[in-house]
């Protein structure tokens, strides 16, 4: 069981990195969704690099290009189709003053501060390892819906659905 949830984990990852489902069959998941920021020579993430791609899943979930994210664009887009519960984790996040618009602005301090999180070392830059270790608690927490620190297996369930309707 622990180990099919670490799969599912990995998974999600590379599903939230690709946003796309059918792409990958297998393979080291994580290093791809470490291998779509750009890298300096010793393979570590700056934070413009990663703000960049944080601006540019901004940018597709912003389907009119007003520079908000709505709740409406945001379970329309294609990535909540796969993962309606990480969608939400996603917004819920960035949408800092709860008025169920993400603005560009909240999206960029989220992001900063995320950021500040992942880097545990503090060299300002992103190891692949920080940055997996964030993402899992991350996607613990995205799946554990009831914020009790343990996922049941309807929590895990619910997340890994979309994987069984293929
Ligand atoms: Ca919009
Ligand atoms: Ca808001
Ligand atoms: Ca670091
Ligand atoms: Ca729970």
New binding site residues.
């Given amino acids: 069981m622990r180990d099919l949830m670490m799969i599912t984990v990995l998974v999600v990852i590379g599903l939230m990195s690709s946003g796309c489902a059918g792409k990958f069959r297998g393979g080291d998941m994580s290093s791809h969704m470490f291998n779509k920021y750009e890298q300096t020579e010793e393979g570590l993430v700056t934070e413009t690099s990663y703000t960049e791609v944080a601006v540019s899943r901004f940018e597709r979930l912003d389907s009119d290009d007003d520079d908000n994210v709505t709740r409406a664009e945001s379970t329309e887009s294609r990535f909540a189709q796969f993962m309606p519960g990480i969608m939400e984790h996603w917004f819920e996040k960035n949408d800092i003053n709860s008025d169920d618009v993400v603005e560009k602005p909240e999206m960029s301090t989220t992001t900063a501060k995320e950021f500040i999180a992942m ?5 300002d ?3 692949k390892e ?1 940055m997996k270790s964030y993402r899992k608690g991350e996607l613990f927490d995205a799946m554990d819906s009831d914020g009790d620190g343990v996922l049941t297996r309807a929590e895990f369930q619910s997340s890994k659905s979309p994987f069984e309707t293929r």
């Fill in positions: 880097d545990t070392n503090k060299d830059l992103l190891s920080e």
